[in-house]
């Protein structure tokens, strides 16, 4: 029996934590317990049982959550690698692997009663009450707590509290007035959301014809469909009501994983044979597998190569084998469509983890996976962490896809976690791109990975042709700033004329991204960031696209009163609107952030596409993703070069990946395509080897300039943000780390900076950063932890000094 523990716990220190075992507790390493820390009471990790006794008085364990380890140790190994790489405190580290916070937390909830009711609406007669002996702040946060429970049912304590700023005392005296009653909500709110399914049960008999219908719909879907989407069938409701009543069909209830939402059966990944090429590469694979040790493979396939059917294919035989393989997708990846395709293979055996999982739901796909009862796992950036076992096989999808950053605290890159996971548990991983990223690519030139080359399309279909518009020299010619060029304009027509389909990306959403007063010449900004706010129309609103705050839209300018404000600029709601205008008969959808709130939006969008109810599809990068619509022949690009003028080394390197995704939706059916490429910056090297789909003709020449200039992957890269609310905080504490850079000296370091950073105030915070490059990722991580404890030794606190490591995004 040891005496201490050690316990890593989710506060933002770089250390962990000892406590006493009291007789008879027996704590496991990997396991939780319940402690006390400063106030409160806090779940940890267990990390080690030891007996030395430390030199400080400790406190005991309060309980002991979990008899058996919830992270094995491959998963507290990676976990400290985590902490060491990304120099991120080890136990917000095991907090982000480990999504069962909602098991022991109490929620609690409030509502209003009559009494509260009839409490506000005297105020609201008399103004204030006389009779109360409080101060009149006091008096004003009850009121403001009760004008927010009158407009609601029950509401959690973290939201009453972030919206009304009262404090627990306050609530406490409000409670014992019996104006709010205080419930624990633990149990019963945390209910899973549920799905009614119809399946058929019989289709023998005599029905009517809508019965039939139903009857057919049904079967024709494999004899299961949400409830919800046969309502788009043109049968009177009742008739379901009849046929469940005749014993043909039966209603169920499930949880709500995924709604596999289309009727139409899509067709199996496997219908149509590999190609020799495809065939190579999961032969490769599987030899990768096989040999049981680690090994690192690049799958660089071109768009529409077929490499999805590889992966499901490499997964199904990890899965006959009765191992485990991870397969990590890009956000907006995860489509139910995608989801349906994988119950269809993989059955009961998969787990699919996705943002719109609620606390609960996620913990129930943890223990399913810890229980082994699901050995395949698909989910975007923090599947990774899946407590799968025997792990084989681990396959991150487009490798190069940002959202496998984590951009808050602990701030990981899914991709680089998944291959070190696939290192400790000798496995094989394989990152898959079109547009592979230059680490990526660097290291597989460089014989780190293995390189599987797809540069063909599947059943041999050309890349689409690729015409440059300059639209400076647009300008000269029509004399006005054009967003639709006239050759756009023009193959537009010729489409349309066709009945084929077309794609127009505008990598910018809203009506207008600027609002200008000719009077004094400000721009609308943000009140919490050094930004201008864009305008939407249809909203209508003035919104910030960096902290989400909103806006009336002004009718005049709120700096100088004039009322010559101008709306400038195109965001994709305007370009829908232009389009309407220019083509009236044509059916227009948009896929933007606005148009689209969850993936069934999403997903939806693209089926009408694909089922021809549209002819036309207008939005953000959103509409250059993965996805297969065949009967595109044109893509039109009327904004993706923005980035180019931004001041952050990746901006080139994103341009051409989203180039030449939106590239490859273009003609992937029978049809060849074309795509109309309008820029700023024709003679941009980015955009000259995009339109030629030249990548490694784009990755040698970045290659050279990121060699001259010390940036990855030649060189270690971190980004130290300092940051405060105040400015002469902001300013003080980057003045103190700007010297202290500067009288350490550091061989083989580079430090830029202190510099304002390019946003210099974001979501109320002034902002200013270092970037740190080194040759050596040793010497910059010791650099990086030395400061640390400088930075604790000056009491500037550790949340104001954001440490990102592999930083993707420098503004
Ligand atoms: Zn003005
Ligand atoms: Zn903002």
Redesign the pocket.
């Known amino acids: 029996m040891s005496e201490f523990c050690d316990v890593a716990l989710p506060v933002p220190l770089d250390l962990v934590f000892t406590y006493a075992v009291p007789e008879g507790m027996q704590p496991v390493v990997g396991g939780r317990v319940l402690v006390p820390f400063r106030q409160q009471r806090m779940s940890g990790i267990v990390t080690a049982l030891h007996d030395n006794q430390p030199t400080v008085k400790t406190k005991n364990v309060i309980s002991v959550l979990d008899p058996a380890p919830v992270l094995d140790e491959q998963l507290i190994q990676l976990g400290q690698w985590i902490a060491g790489y990304y120099l991120a405190p080890v136990g917000e580290v095991f907090r982000t692997m480990l999504p069962l916070g909602a098991e022991f937390k109490r929620t609690i909830g409030y509502r209003i009663t009559e009494q509260g009711h009839m409490t506000l609406h005297l105020a609201g007669m008399s103004g204030s009450s006389a009779r109360s002996q409080k101060t009149p702040e006091d008096q004003f946060a009850e009121m403001r707590v009760l004008d927010y429970l009158a407009e609601r049912e029950m509401t959690r304590e973290e939201s009453l509290r972030a919206a009304t700023r009262a404090s627990k005392a306050l609530l406490a005296g409000m409670v014992r007035k019996k104006w709010i009653v205080r419930e624990d909500l633990s149990d019963a709110q945390e209910a899973t959301r549920t799905v009614r399914f119809a399946i058929l049960r019989s289709s023998e008999g005599k029905l009517n014809s809508n019965q039939q219908t139903l009857v057919d719909t049904l079967a024709a879907a494999g004899g299961k469909v949400a409830v919800e989407s046969l309502q788009s069938l043109e049968v009177p409701r009742t008739t379901l009501g009849t046929l469940v009543k005749r014993g043909f069909v039966e209603i169920v209830e499930e949880a709500a994983e995924f709604t596999a939402s289309g009727l139409k059966a899509r067709p199996s990944l496997f219908d149509s044979q590999f190609s020799p090429a495809q065939q190579a590469a999961l032969k490769s694979i599987q030899q990768s597998v096989n040999a049981r040790r680690f090994c690192g493979t690049l799958l660089h396939g071109i768009t529409g190569s077929g490499k999805t059917a590889i992966y499901l294919s490499a997964m199904r035989a990890v899965l006959e084998a009765g191992r485990s393989a991870l397969l990590l997708v890009p956000e907006i990846g995860l489509t139910p469509a995608v989801a349906a395709d994988l119950h269809q293979l993989f059955g009961e055996g998969v787990a699919i983890l996705h943002s719109g999982l609620s606390d609960k739901e996620r913990a129930q796909q943890w223990h399913r996976i810890k229980r082994g009862h699901a050995r395949m796992v698909v989910g975007t950036r923090s599947a990774v962490f899946a407590p799968v076992s025997d792990l084989a096989l681990v396959i991150v999808d487009e490798e190069q896809d940002p959202s496998y950053k984590q951009e808050e605290m602990p701030r990981y890159h899914a991709r680089d976690v998944a291959v070190m996971r696939a290192k400790m548990a000798n496995a094989a991983v394989v990152l898959g791109s079109a547009t592979p990223s230059l680490e990526s690519y660097f290291n597989a030139k460089k014989g780190k990975y293995k390189l599987l080359e797809m540069p063909d399309r599947v059943e041999q279909r050309p890349l689409p042709e690729v015409e440059i518009i300059d639209m400076r020299q647009e300008f000269q010619e029509t004399g006005s700033e054009q967003v639709i060029s006239r050759k756009l304009a023009e193959e537009i027509k010729e489409r349309l004329e066709r009945k084929e389909q077309v794609m127009v990306l505008l990598n910018r959403r809203g009506y207008s991204p600027v609002v200008l ?1 000719r ?4 721009k609308l900004e943000c009140k919490n960031c050094a930004i201008a706010m864009s305008h939407h129309k249809r909203s209508p609103r003035m919104e910030c696209h960096y902290c989400g705050y909103t806006a009336p839209v002004p009718k005049a ?6 009322e ?2 101008y709306f400038l600029g195109t965001g994709s709601e305007k370009l829908e609107e232009l389009l309407h205008g220019m083509f009236p008969q044509a059916r227009i959808g948009r896929l933007d952030r606005d148009t689209v709130r969850g993936r069934e939006d999403f997903e939806r969008a693209l089926n009408a596409l694909d089922e021809g109810e549209l002819d036309m599809l207008v939005g953000t990068q959103m509409i250059a993703k993965g996805h297969d619509v065949h009967g595109v022949t044109l893509v039109g690009v009327v904004g993706a070069d923005m980035a180019l003028g931004f001041p952050d080394f990746r901006a080139a390197e994103r341009t051409f990946q989203l180039l030449t995704q939106v590239e490859g939706r273009a003609g992937r059916g029978n049809t060849p395509g074309k795509v109309v490429l309008q820029t700023y910056f024709p003679d941009h090297y980015a955009v000259q080897y995009a339109a030629q789909h030249d990548f490694v003709g784009f990755y040698e020449k970045e290659l050279r300039f990121r060699s001259w200039m010390h940036y990855p992957p030649y060189s270690a890269l971190a980004n130290v943000l300092v940051r405060s609310g105040k400015l002469d905080e902001a300013l003080r504490w980057s003045g103190i780390l700007g010297k202290w850079f500067e009288t350490t000296r550091h061989e083989g370091i580079r430090v830029l900076g202190p510099a304002a950073a390019p946003i210099v105030r974001l979501k109320r915070d002034y902002r200013y950063h270092f970037v740190v490059k080194s040759a050596s990722r040793e010497k910059l991580n010791t650099l990086l932890r030395t400061m640390l404890a400088y930075v604790a030794q000056q009491k500037i606190p550790r949340t104001q000094v954001i440490v990102d490591v592999d930083a993707v995004w420098l503004m």
């Open positions: 007063c009077t004094c010449g400000k300018c709120v700096y100088c009163g004039s010559y404000v």
